[in-house]
């Protein structure tokens, strides 16, 4: 059975392990990359599907502006392992995710992906038309959808990151033990 759940810290190195897994060293490359580096995820936006107590899936939004400084979420990675495809556990978190979403009263999210699997949650490449990501990207890979009807309407520019910036993380600083007298 197949539960979704709110990330937790402690996930954070299944997380990667998964993503690791499922996308390679070039999911650091990629232009969606470069929105999310040095930020932290939208609150409440990140979720993790179990299945018997191992992290199989993962689905996190983070806040942008786009174009024109409307806000906005970017969906992304999500991935499921490769064991647990097939099951529906992406769209379960899918669903779940974009129902958040809404409930907390965003009202577009866009992302880049295969636009066959993600059209059936509503995405097109039609309600980007007007935006550009800040790198290269597939125009046909490029979709959004609205949360709140009209929310894309109009929306035109470059897409930019936003929301809270991720602190260094801080390391103790490790004492020497005081020398002693032979």
């Known amino acids: 059975m197949v539960h979704i759940r709110d990330e937790a810290p402690a996930d954070a190195g299944a997380r990667e392990a998964l993503l690791d897994r499922a996308f390679g060293p070039a999911r650091f490359a990629k232009t969606c990359e470069r929105l999310r580096e040095g930020r932290l995820p939208a609150a409440g936006l990140s979720l993790v599907s179990e299945q018997d107590g191992t992290l199989v899936g993962t689905l996190r939004f983070w806040h942008v502006a786009l174009g024109d400084g409307r806000p906005g979420l970017m969906l992304g990675p999500l991935a499921v392992d490769a064991e647990a495809?097939?099951?529906?556990?992406?769209?379960?978190?899918?669903?779940?995710?974009?129902?958040?979403?809404?409930?907390?009263?965003?009202?577009?999210?866009?992302?880049?992906?295969?636009?066959?699997?993600?059209?059936?949650?509503?995405?097109?490449?039609?309600?980007?038309?007007?935006?550009?990501?800040?790198?290269?990207?597939?125009?046909?890979?490029?979709?959004?959808?609205?949360?709140?009807?009209?929310?894309?309407?109009?929306?035109?520019?470059?897409?930019?990151?936003t929301g809270a910036v991720r602190l260094p993380e801080r390391r103790a600083a490790v004492k020497s033990a005081p020398k002693r007298a032979a």
């Open 85 to 161: 495809r097939c099951g529906g556990v992406g769209s379960a978190l899918m669903r779940a995710g974009l129902d958040r979403a809404r409930a907390l009263g965003h009202e577009a999210v866009i992302l880049v992906g295969d636009a066959p699997y993600y059209e059936r949650f509503g995405f097109s490449a039609e309600a980007t038309e007007r935006l550009a990501m800040p790198g290269p990207v597939d125009r046909d890979r490029f979709l959004g959808v609205e949360l709140k009807p009209g929310a894309l309407a109009s929306a035109a520019g470059v897409v930019r990151p």
